[in-house]
């Protein structure tokens, strides 16, 4: 069972697109897929409740509570974890003790890189994240690839001492699909393909770390 923890203290980064894509393409794969949700907000619990009645459903647990671990099926294949937002480090510690990577979406605002970095700093005094057992990656979020903003955007992020492992473009696509319980990987239109190609290396650093 592969456990993958998304998270920024930053509200508005897009942690509820990261993890119900995460969680949905397992379950698009074939794979028995949980969606843990640590979030009040319950953003991630409504989209599983949209999802169902398809084949590819995905199982919402509680997050919020400390019994989530009790409550994850046993032939559990991947678990995605929505953490709050707001949370830092300490406030996370029951899930990077389980975690097998940590996500950490960013969005292209220097606003909001410099909100992060108090998150990143909280996760690295964790002993895990130190020591290398616990991987984290950045994910670049709503980005406009030909804007000389985001070029220095993706510049400042280079510095940063996680790697940047997907580079994810803007569209309103995003926000329609969670309100529909879908992710793009439900669709096979040429346009949503482009799209899907930009988690292509996330998904493969995931799939490195089990």
């Not at 599983?48 to 400390?66: F, H, S, W, Y």
């Not at 949503?192 to 490195?208: F, K, M, N, S």
């Amino acid at each position: 069972m592969r456990t993958i923890l998304v998270a920024n203290s930053k509200g508005g980064a897009g942690k509820t697109t990261v993890a119900t894509h995460l969680a949905g393409h397992a379950a698009v794969e074939g794979r028995r897929s949980v969606l843990v949700d640590a979030d009040p907000q319950r953003s991630s619990w409504r989209w599983c409740e949209r999802r169902a009645g398809l084949e590819t459903a995905v199982l919402p647990v509680d997050g919020q509570r400390g019994t989530w671990r009790q409550q994850i099926p046993a032939d559990a294949e991947q678990v995605v974890i929505d953490a709050r937002a707001g949370a830092l480090g300490p406030d996370l510690q029951p899930f990077l003790r389980h975690a097998d990577a940590v996500v950490v979406p960013v969005l292209p605002s220097m606003i909001d890189l410099e909100a992060t970095v108090p998150f990143l700093d909280s996760l690295a005094r964790h002993a895990r994240v130190r020591s290398g057992e616990l991987p984290v990656a950045i994910v670049a979020n709503r980005l406009r690839p030909q804007t000389r903003a985001t070029q220095e955007i993706l510049g400042f992020l280079a510095q940063w001492p996680y790697p940047v492992v997907a580079e994810l473009r803007d569209t309103q696509a995003y926000v329609m699909l969670v309100g529909l319980g879908r992710t793009l990987f439900d669709y096979q239109s040429e346009h949503v393909r482009a799209h899907q190609a930009d988690w292509q290396p996330l998904l493969r650093w995931l799939d490195r770390r089990g």
